[in-house]
């Protein structure tokens, strides 16, 4: 099963088949767009979940949102620890 990073890093590249199964038909119909695809390729990582269609690709979205808060938190915490 592909984790929920390499999904949100490559999902371009990521084997459906390896994906879990309530992302599959989303990620077959992200794959085949090319706009998306081209936008993947233009934007900051962080920003494309914003590209993604909320009714073609609620569950892909949530996850890539899920991860960027976790990495914002990070960040923020590493800012934290860097003041004192």
Same mark, same amino acid.
């Given at each position: 099963?592909?984790?929920g990073?390499? =999904?949100?890093? /490559?999902?371009?590249k %990521?084997n459906?088949? &390896?994906?879990?199964? &309530?992302?599959?038909?989303?990620? *077959?119909? /992200?794959? @085949?767009? *090319?706009?998306?695809? $081209?936008? +993947? $390729?233009?934007?900051? =990582?962080?920003?494309? @979940? !914003?590209? =993604?269609?909320?009714?073609? !690709?609620? $569950?892909?979205r +949530?996850?890539?949102?899920? =991860?960027?808060?976790? +990495?914002? !938190? %990070?960040?923020? @915490?590493?800012?934290?620890?860097?003041?004192m």
């Amino acid at each position: 099963m592909e984790s929920g990073f390499i =999904l949100f890093a /490559l999902p371009f590249k %990521t084997n459906v088949n &390896n994906a879990p199964e &309530n992302v599959q038909m989303e990620l *077959i119909n /992200l794959q @085949c767009d *090319i706009n998306l695809k $081209q936008n +993947f $390729q233009d934007v900051h =990582l962080v920003n494309f @979940c !914003s590209y =993604l269609p909320i009714d073609k !690709s609620p $569950q892909i979205r +949530f996850a890539a949102i899920r =991860l960027i808060a976790l +990495f914002g !938190s %990070t960040d923020i @915490c590493e800012q934290i620890f860097e003041q004192m």
